[in-house]
Nanobody
């Protein structure tokens, strides 16, 4: 089992920044990547960003490219999402997830992730 705990969400004005964290614990040795997803009320959960755990290759949704940066600290087993130039449409519950069979072609697909956190709310006011 893997446990994921997100933190860092909050209320911010448009144009502002937030940094989300996701601490992983448990049986984390066999996972090969982690990702961030978000879900706004009435909408499906969508991919935001992902990173491979060993090489640190990163992938982003087009809507956040150039504004968000995903990173990880292997020693701390922690995933981060630095969010800059936030927009009201970024408002959502943000979830981190991890899996052991992620690949370049599947990292944006929420169905390949095995474990999920409880989420942290991000609200961007206009």
């Amino acid at each position: 089992q893997v446990q994921l705990v997100e933190s860092g969400g909050g209320l911010v004005q448009a144009g502002g920044s937030l940094r989300l964290s996701c601490a992983a614990s448990g049986r984390t040795s066999n996972r090969n990547g982690m990702g961030w997803f978000r879900q706004a009320p009435g909408k499906e959960r969508e991919f935001v960003a992902a990173i491979t755990w060993i090489l640190g290759d990163t992938y982003y949704a087009d809507s956040v490219k150039g504004r968000f940066t995903v990173s990880r600290d292997n020693a701390k087993n922690t995933l981060y999402l630095q969010m800059n130039s936030l927009k009201p449409e970024d408002t959502a519950m943000y979830y981190c997830a991890t899996g052991s069979s992620l690949s370049i072609t599947t990292m944006s697909n929420r169905r390949v992730y095995d474990y999920w956190g409880q989420g942290t709310q991000v609200t961007v006011s206009s």
